[in-house]
């Protein structure tokens, strides 16, 4: 089962860390992805990083201003956003998946979702 959180109400420029915690399960079994959905418009991956930890891969639109990171220790990934911009508000999952290759972020291919944590950013 996975816990988002972390997000909240932010100007734009700002930072945020969202972070998803995993009971029940260690994540060093699955692959992890970020994923965002604004009003309206379709769920998008945004981040992901595989098993291990070591790998990682951006969106476009967010590459050099997010960063995701796990640390094991604690059985938790992180996304540090930052220089948010009006255009970051959404809804953000994370989701696990033991079936996707290297930066697949295709929402279909993840089986494991956390509830969802709000970003919104103003201008």
């Known amino acids: 089962q996975l816990q988002a959180s972390g997000g909240g109400l932010v100007q734009a420029g700002g930072s945020l860390r969202l972070s998803c915690a995993a009971s029940r399960s260690t994540l060093d079994y699955y692959a992890v992805g970020w994923f965002r959905q604004a009003p309206g418009k379709e769920r998008e991956g945004v981040a992901y990083?595989?098993?291990?930890?070591?790998?990682?891969w951006y969106e476009a639109a967010v590459k050099g201003r997010f960063t995701i990171s796990k640390d094991s220790a604690v059985n938790t990934v992180y996304l540090q956003m930052n220089n948010l911009q009006p255009e970051d508000t959404a809804v953000y999952y994370c989701?696990?998946?033991?079936?996707?290759?290297?930066?697949?972020?295709?929402?279909?291919?993840?089986?494991?979702w956390g509830q969802g944590t709000l970003v919104t950013v103003s201008s």
């Open positions: 989701a696990t998946s033991t079936n996707v290759l290297y930066s697949d972020l295709r929402p279909s291919r993840y089986t494991n």
């Open positions: 990083i595989d098993r291990s930890g070591g790998s990682s």
